[in-house]
């Protein structure tokens, strides 16, 4: 909570000056959580009820943004954003102060630039179609990397010429740090003499309006010494390709897409295709979202499904309370979890149900 208390002396200091500085500077957050009970939690296929610790139906945080008008169109902007989890109240994203953003812009017609740590093109584009979003139980559980994907010492640029979308990042070193889950996998880069020490670079070319959307990426990461995931050296690589697709029919949204990926670790070669369908309907003050997500592993019987339902029920415009259920089923020695950084053993299915509230400010 140290780091909290920080951001918030940061957040006053930063509002003392707005006058002076003609900034409009904004402080934000949302506060979700709740109480989830999973099967098969272990290895004896013992059940366990608890409160999540990444997110519930969407991840907690507090953030500070502020811009300010340059003149002829330009606009100078920044983002300061801490992820925190709700069962325990310690700092999320590997401890970092301000985990999910951190960084600095200029926007304009020709769209923005940005500098830090930032989300990148693999999120940008499948939170379009992705009708879940980081909940619990959701396709996020069997690639932990979509929620998480951002980026440290990054350059980063996103524009929309009439519908058609551009979006790239560059990152000199995709991750520095070294604990804390899913967002922290250890590689700092920025080596002299070894350019690919944990480069990254993701694009996204696309298409978007009211009615529907399209869009594909690609997101190549490069490993060195010490980074987890298998990427042990710079010459290891983690791929992923996406096309994701968007269909307002009334009211309700429809979303689909496949992500291939391609690792090529110290362990050697792993394929995987993952394909999801979900829809959204709002029903006066009630949604109701639903998604099908299948992960089929090649050369092997490591495959993975997901059936998840969640109704939410608006209180406000803040405010909400909703109800969740899921399955995740496992084949041959997949262990993939039902909820987000939870645990089942290989070959095990689970069930899960979550009750939760969630406040936005």
């Known amino acids: 909570m140290k780091s909290i208390h920080v951001a918030l002396a940061l957040a006053s200091s930063v509002a003392a000056c707005t006058a002076a500085a003609q900034t409009s500077v904004q402080i934000y957050g949302l506060v979700d959580s709740g109480l989830a009970h999973i099967t098969n939690a272990d290895a004896n296929g013992n059940s366990v009820t608890k409160v999540p610790s990444l997110t519930g139906s969407l991840p907690s945080r507090i953030g500070f943004r502020g811009s300010e008008d340059l003149g002829n169109g330009l606009q100078a902007f920044f983002v300061l954003e801490n992820g925190l989890s709700m069962d325990t109240g310690a700092v999320g994203q590997g401890g970092r ?30 939170i379009k179609s992705d009708v879940m979003g980081p909940h619990l139980f959701s396709m996020s559980s069997i690639d932990l990397y979509i929620p998480n994907a951002r980026s440290d010492n990054a350059l980063g640029y996103l524009g929309n010429f009439n519908g058609v979308v551009l979006g790239a990042t560059y990152s000199f070193g995709r991750d520095g740090a070294s604990a804390g889950g899913p967002a922290a996998t250890s590689c700092p880069g920025e ?46 690589t983690d791929i992923r390709s996406t096309v994701n697709a968007w269909l307002m029919l009334g ?46 592993a090649r050369r092997s019987r490591d495959d993975v499904t997901l059936y998840v339902a969640r109704l939410t029920y608006a209180l406000s415009k803040r405010t909400a309370v909703y109800a969740s259920i899921g399955r995740m089923d496992n084949d041959g020695a997949s ?27």
């Open 191 to 236: 080596v002299a003499g070894n350019a690919k020490a944990c480069r990254q670079y993701t694009a996204l070319l696309g298409y978007e309006s009211k009615a529907w959307g399209l869009n594909a990426t690609y997101d190549r990461m490069y490993g060195n010494t010490g980074a987890a995931g298998g990427l042990a050296s710079s010459d290891n």
């Open 97 to 126: 102060l301000f985990g999910r953003a951190a960084h600095v812009g200029l926007k304009g017609s020709w769209g923005t630039f940005t500098i830090g740590r930032q989300n990148n093109m693999t999120y940008l584009a499948a």
């Open 335 to 361: 262990a993939v979890a039902l909820d987000a950084g939870g645990t089942v053993a290989p070959g095990m299915s689970q069930n899960g149900v979550i009750l939760g509230m969630r406040h936005g400010f």
């Open 251 to 296: 009211a309700t949204k429809v979303g689909a897409g496949l992500m291939d990926r391609e690792t090529n670790a110290v362990t050697g070669l792993a394929e995987s295709v993952m394909v999801y369908v979900g829809a959204s309907h709002p029903i006066g003050a009630l949604t109701l979202d639903a998604q099908v997500a299948k992960r089929n």
